[in-house]
Nanobody
């Protein structure tokens, strides 16, 4: 059973930046497709970004050009660099492992979830 632990959330003003991290306690982490989801109050959970084991990334249109996903397989860690943050980016952000397919689509199967980290962007 993989365990995913997120960190790096917080409160920031619009235009600011945050970097989320997700550490996986899974020996096969490097082989998994990883991703970041978010869910705002009253809204469905949405896939923000996905990254293959080799580092090929995909993004939701709403974050393209502002967010960058990366991974350090040697450290079993996934990152999400968020720049030019907007109030509409405010949500609980979840790390996920084992995405199928490994791309930003509306119907994605996930094997493992993190507990989430809150991001709040004020105007």
């Amino acid at each position: 059973q993989a365990q995913l632990v997120e960190s790096g959330g917080g409160s920031v003003q619009a235009g600011g930046s945050l970097r989320l991290s997700c550490t996986a306690s899974q020996y096969a982490y490097s082989t998994y497709c990883m991703g970041w989801f978010r869910q705002a109050p009253g809204k469905e959970r949405e896939l923000v970004s996905a990254i293959t084991s080799r580092g090929t990334a995909d993004y939701a249109d709403s974050v393209k050009g502002r967010f960058t996903v990366s991974r350090a397989n040697a450290r079993n860690t996934l990152y999400l660099q968020m720049n030019s943050l907007k109030p509409e980016d405010s949500a609980m952000y979840y790390c996920a492992a084992g995405l199928q397919p490994c791309m930003v689509v509306t119907d994605t199967r996930v094997d493992y979830w993190g507990q989430g980290t809150q991001v709040t962007v004020s105007s």
